[in-house]
Nanobody
């Protein structure tokens, strides 16, 4: 069983910053960690991801504004969001990929609301 606890969402004015955190409660090794978001009426989309080795990737819409990082010892992934725009408003979901034996398992957080007012 894997539990993901997210925090850091809230309401911020355009141009402001927020930092999301997600901590995984698991005894298993975590391979990839990432953040997705879902705006009202839209499909869930990837925002940023980071491998166990620290390699990162970002959606084009957030490049240069968002930074993903992780603390492997704490099994925590962070998303620093700067220069926020109204279009960043969404529910943000943490995602982790667990390695167990030779299989990969995907887990999701409960989501945290980010609202950017213009």
């Amino acid at each position: 069983q894997v539990q993901l606890v997210e925090s850091g969402g809230g309401v911020v004015q355009a141009g402001g910053s927020l930092r999301l955190s997600c901590t995984a409660s698991t005894i298993f090794n975590i391979r990839d960690m990432g953040w997705y978001r879902q705006a009202p009426g839209k499909q869930r989309e990837p925002v940023a991801g980071i491998t166990s080795g620290g390699q990162t990737n970002y959606a084009d819409s957030v490049k240069g504004r968002f930074t993903i990082s992780r603390d492997n010892a704490k099994k925590t992934v962070y998303l620093q969001m700067n220069s926020l725009k109204a279009e960043d408003t969404a529910v943000y979901y943490c995602n982790v990929v667990i390695i167990y034996e030779t299989s990969l398992y995907n887990y999701w957080g409960q989501g945290t609301q980010v609202t950017v007012s213009s």
